[in-house]
């Protein structure tokens, strides 16, 4: 050890000595002096935004104190007449009443709330009004009364109007961006869980693009899931990320005991957007329709069944007078059975649209979604061993679709 320090105490003091040597030579033109400019490129990679965001990530205890007032409570009475049901008078008991409760949230300061459709409609029928509750100060609440603007079971969107004058100004959550969502990400859920009201829950995003059923059974695309605590009460609520902007819709849960299990999923606040803006001008939605049903074909069902295209969509029926039947789609003509599982088979098999390769029936669902009706697609399809292209107009979508 003392040897060790003896030889740095060495190696120091020669550095000093060469420091005060060397501006002697410098100066006395001895050494030469070399001036070189050095330029330093900084480049903006796609983390620059990411890293920005995460040093503004909020806790969960900022964004409740900073987004709660804009969430809120809705009650919507149902009522139904048991005197128009099988057993008429003298046996009937009147109406009677049913209560759903839900949340919802601020988008506009004009007084524009987004929740579930299913907060505000059951059995085909949707209620004109419901009961609004706002937090105040400490467990202070305000109610007012809110008009139902329009209900999409298709997307599970429902759009709800109240009176600002009646409020003051009203605290509006932002709205983020669902595309960019990516697991692992934190988030957190505002609502009012089995009527404990104004709770706040925090997670991750668990997974995306799940494919969440809807109230009429359509599919909705591109779902968040989460392991935030969901449960009865917190449909309509929103999905907050670490930036405090709204990324989703709060609105199932799947479940084997019918409480919370960390599987919750949220309709992307994306997708809300696009069907709010048709429910704030006609309230009501509009889709674009095709015409078809079909099944995924991948390359293993395709050697199982003899099929030389690998990938697309079996057509596997047509329904008359359909944008699709106009077109000459044609759908299948016999059935094969695979591993328990039957396929229609025959048919047009759709690979492309638009030029975009189709994975499956599920991304077709998708990109017809994207469309208007009036739009023009054009399908790539094999029939007969032969590839074509088809245009077709795309129709609205019929209520009984």
Do not use: C
Not at 80 to 102: K, R
């Amino acid at each position: 050890m003392q040897s060790l320090r003896s030889r740095i105490g060495l190696f120091l003091g020669g550095v000093g000595t060469a420091l005060l040597i060397l501006p002697i030579l410098v100066i006395a033109g001895v050494l030469p002096v070399k001036s070189e400019k050095t330029t330093v490129i900084v480049r903006q990679t796609a983390n620059t935004s990411t890293t920005a965001l995460r040093s503004a990530a909020l806790t969960a205890q900022q964004i409740y104190q900073r987004d709660a007032r804009g969430v809120v409570e809705i009650e919507a009475t149902f009522t139904s007449d048991s005197s128009q049901g099988a057993f008429p008078f003298p046996f009937s008991i009147g109406p009677q009443t049913e209560q759903a409760l839900g949340s919802g949230f601020v988008v506009s300061r004009e007084g524009y709330i987004l929740t579930n459709a299913h907060v505000v409609s059951s059995n085909g029928q949707t209620v004109k009004t419901v009961r609004v509750v706002f937090k105040g100060l400490g467990s202070q609440t305000k109610q007012v009364s809110g008009t139902v603007v329009g209900a999409d079971n298709t997307s599970d969107v429902a759009l709800i109007k109240v009176d600002p004058s009646k409020l003051g100004p009203l605290d509006v959550i932002p709205l983020g961006n669902s595309a960019g969502v990516q697991p692992g990400e934190p988030v957190v859920a505002i609502g009012n869980p089995l009527g404990y009201d104004f709770s706040i829950t925090a997670g991750i995003v668990s997974a995306t693009n799940r494919d969440l059923q809807s109230p009429n059974g359509a599919t909705i695309s591109n779902g968040i899931q989460t392991d935030a605590a969901i449960n009865e009460g917190n449909s309509g609520g929103p999905l907050i990320d670490s930036s405090g902007h709204v990324i989703g819709i709060n609105e199932q849960i799947a479940t084997q005991s019918g409480g919370n299990e960390g599987l919750g999923f949220a309709v992307p606040i994306d997708s809300a957007v696009g069907v709010m803006g048709q429910l704030k001008k006609s309230g009501s939605v509009t889709y674009a329709w095709l015409g078809i049903s079909g099944e995924t074909l991948t390359a293993d069902v395709a050697q199982a069944l003899g099929i030389k295209t690998t990938q697309g969509v079996l057509v596997t029926q047509v329904r008359a007078g359909t944008p699709a039947a106009k077109a000459g789609l044609k759908g299948g003509t016999a059935q094969l059975s695979l591993q328990g599982q039957t396929y229609q088979v025959g048919g047009d098999i759709i690979t492309a649209i638009n030029n975009t390769k189709l994975s499956g029936m599920e991304q077709l669902t998708t990109i017809i979604a994207a469309h208007k009706p009036g739009d023009v697609v054009s399908l790539t399809i094999v029939r007969d061993s032969q590839t074509k292209s088809i245009k077709v107009t795309l129709a609205a979508r019929p209520a009984s679709a």
